[in-house]
């Protein structure tokens, strides 16, 4: 029972920080594909950056950046400049300076806040970016000093998974897989980090329709994400913008049957 504990707990925390990024500020803030309740996006503006440490704010910026300048030398983060193994760092460092830019007022980053009406987080106002970390970190000590080690580490690593998620998204996500639209970037479709990341690795699909709340377009495609953005909307916490969602693959055509000819 306990390691099904862990592992629940684990998988809790995983969820609650890839839907904090995946609906409320991928499709939510940076796309407007979903329209969140105002009690929801208030509460995601004041207590993101507490659940995934990473700004709201900043990430959308970034985000808005990434697809302006996909996959060439102004892409914050892109394999095709720093290869597979650098995305890490890369998205660490654009990050860090998107942050700067919005605190100094720099046009270059502020001109991609259209909608995004809100300031940065306190935590990042006031540069006191650590504290979500320290206070996970001391949560997760907490339940290892008190015997429970691996629930400790499992909501740790859970809560805190942003920076593997993103980097998986990242650099495979424009590496690695199929492609379904001729899209001027390197975007693809990468299955398995579909299905781990809520639909976040249909990369050439929603680079191709990015205000699409739907990553998939093909139904075997998982996009485990907008389901969860069906099931929020049926209790108001947000509207998905149908107009925008991805128009369904044409049916192929029917073979053409044979013509019979009459008996004379």
Request: hydrophobic content about 45%.
């Amino acid at each position: 029972m306990y390691f099904i504990l862990c592992a629940l707990v684990f998988l809790a925390a995983y969820l609650l920080n890839a839907m904090t990024i995946t609906i409320g500020y991928h499709r939510g803030l940076a796309h407007g594909s979903v329209a969140l309740a105002p009690a929801v996006r208030r509460a995601l503006i004041v207590g993101g950056s507490w659940i995934t440490g990473i700004d709201p704010k900043a990430w959308s910026v970034m985000h808005r950046m990434h697809h302006q300048h996909s996959d060439t030398p102004e892409d914050p983060h892109s394999p095709t400049n720093v290869g597979l193994l650098g995305i890490g760092m890369e998205q660490l460092r654009s990050y860090e300076r998107v942050l700067r830019g919005l605190i100094r007022q720099e046009e270059r980053y502020t001109r991609h806040t259209k909608g995004l009406d809100f300031p940065l987080s306190w935590v990042n106002r006031t540069r006191r970016w650590y504290l979500p970390y320290l206070l996970h970190a001391t949560v997760g000590i907490a339940l290892a000093l008190s015997g429970m080690w691996l629930l400790g580490l499992g909501y740790f690593l859970g809560m805190m998974s942003h920076p593997i998620q993103g980097g998986l998204v990242n650099a495979l996500g424009h590496a690695v897989g199929g492609r379904n639209f001729d899209t001027p970037d390197e975007s693809r479709n990468n299955w398995i980090v579909a299905a781990l990341i809520l639909g976040e690795g249909l990369q050439n699909n929603h680079h191709r329709f990015p205000k699409s709340a739907k990553f998939s377009y093909h139904p075997w495609e998982p996009d485990m994400g907008f389901r969860a953005c069906v099931l929020l909307e049926s209790v108001g916490a947000l509207t998905i913008d149908y107009e925008r969602l991805i128009p369904a693959p044409a049916p192929l055509a029917a073979p053409a049957r044979p013509l019979r000819r009459r008996a004379a």
